[in-house]
Antibody
């Protein structure tokens, strides 16, 4: 059973950089999966931030791309998120998740199947 | 960018009733790339349906998905008390995921 656990500061100052890490257990980060970050502002919906493959390849949400960096540390079986120039609008619960693609009959079915419990990050002075 | 719209915003039903949730895309989505998630307060989302109609592991058969092109539906045949939650559709395209705004299913 794959488990993911987010960690990092719960409070970040405006204009600062939000940094979170997701530790993966019960499976290897070097498996054939991508690894995603998703956020949810209080009382609002889900927003996908981006994903990384163990090779270091990344895909980002175009609306956040200029401020986001996702990296991977295979030796620690974890991946990380950095979001720069944060404002109050970046206050949210941040989730890490596994992006899995199920292949059947020459078709791929991508989805987010394992999620961390989420961590609230508040941007405030 | 494909935009997903979900309706209704809130669905008020009683246990045992049938729930029909709609997800509409601003342009055609491959059925392979359409998924549904359930989220309860204080919890992470849980994958229900992938490929528009395939149930994820451990999901009861009262949950079913259908649709193609721009119109997709999640149906809960008979609501159980634990089904009252928010439901999100999600699509994958152009190397990114996007989510719909969600439908809240609450107790009437």
């Amino acid at each position: 059973q794959v488990q993911l656990q987010e960690s990092g500061p719960g409070l970040v100052k405006p204009s600062g950089t939000l940094s979170l890490t997701c530790a993966v257990s019960g499976g290897s980060i070097s498996s054939s999966n991508w690894w995603s970050w998703v956020r949810q502002p209080p009382g609002k919906g889900l927003e996908w931030i981006g994903e990384i493959y163990h090779s270091g390849s990344t895909n980002y949400n175009p609306s956040l791309k200029s401020r986001v960096t996702i990296s991977v540390d295979k030796s620690k079986n974890q991946f990380s998120l950095k979001l720069s120039s944060v404002t109050a609008a970046d206050t949210a619960v941040y989730y890490c998740a596994r992006t899995h693609t199920y292949y059947y009959d020459s078709s791929g079915y991508p989805y987010l199947d394992y999620w961390g419990q989420g961590t609230l990050v508040t941007v405030s002075s | 960018e494909i935009v997903l719209t979900q309706s209704p915003g809130t669905l008020s039903l009683s246990p045992g009733e049938r729930a029909t949730l709609s997800c509409r895309a601003s342009q055609s989505v491959s059925s392979s790339y359409l998924a549904w998630y359930q989220q309860k307060p204080g919890q992470a989302p849980r994958l229900l349906i992938y490929g528009a109609s395939s149930r994820a592991t451990g999901i009861p058969d009262r949950f079913s998905g259908s649709g193609s092109g721009t119109d997709f539906t999640l149906t809960i045949s008979r609501l159980e008390p634990e089904d009252f939650a928010v439901y999100y559709c999600q699509q994958y395209g152009s190397s990114q995921f996007t989510f719909g705004p969600g439908t809240k299913v609450d107790i009437k």
